[in-house]
């Protein structure tokens, strides 16, 4: 696979079970929070975000839980598909700033 | 919209060579940035700019030069290529806050 892969935290997963992938983030002044998906070979693609005054937000088959106590930010995707394999970035936004801090990643292995 | 389209898709260069990555957008976003993308390392900023005439360096500018002199296009130039430069490159786009990359320059550097 790509190469950006190499010494990411990796989860496997089969078909069908229900993925959690978790990010710790460090600033507590951020407050936008994004996870981005890539797959081997192409840029990272937005799946979804979520801003500090919100705790949870669902799209089409994943949620992202923000708890801002412990700085932790999570994705979850339902119903794992392989087309799901992918490398998973979160990424934080601090207030007033333009730019994004990104995550080293996790790959997501899912097993037909 | 084409998004945000990046050229060339793969460059190899020898050490102390010149070249500019091209990137460009269709969606009229004032903010726009360069990443490289090491195995382990995730995505790291290395210059960006909130408009058109302004740039800021990120986090590892260091051999790149940028320049942005319209709203569509932010090339990245390396002024004299090391082998520590071998790396995938990625312009992203941003209107609000969500960034939307390209599909990335793959460049190895002898």
């Known amino acids: 696979g790509e190469s950006v892969g190499l010494h990411l935290p990796t989860l496997s997963v089969q078909e069908g079970d229900n993925s959690i992938i978790n990010c710790a983030y460090s600033n507590s002044a951020s407050d936008y929070f994004i996870w981005y998906k890539q797959e081997s070979g192409k840029g990272p693609q937005f799946i979804i975000d979520i801003r500090s005054n919100m705790d949870k937000r669902q799209g089409q088959r994943v949620t992202v839980l923000l708890n801002k106590t412990v700085k932790h930010l999570s994705l979850q995707i339902a119903a794992t598909q392989p087309g799901d394999s992918a490398v998973y970035f979160c990424a934080e936004k601090e207030s007033g700033y333009s730019t994004l801090t990104f995550g080293k990643g996790t790959m997501l292995l899912v097993s037909p | 919209n084409a998004g945000v389209t990046q050229t060339p898709k793969f460059q190899v260069l020898k050490t102390g060579q010149s070249m500019t990555l091209q990137c460009a957008q269709d969606?009229?976003?004032?903010?726009m940035s360069w990443y490289r993308q090491d195995p382990g390392m995730g995505l790291r900023l290395i210059h960006y700019s909130v408009g058109a005439g302004i740039t800021d360096q990120g986090e590892v500018p260091n051999g790149y030069n940028v320049s942005r002199s319209t709203t569509e296009d932010f090339p990245l130039r390396l002024l004299s290529a090391a082998p520590s430069q071998t790396s995938v490159y990625f312009c992203?786009?941003?209107?609000?806050?969500?960034?939307?990359f390209g599909p990335g320059t793959r460049l190895t550097v002898l």
């Open positions: 969606m009229n976003h004032e903010y």
């Open positions: 992203a786009s941003s209107l609000g806050g969500t960034q939307y």
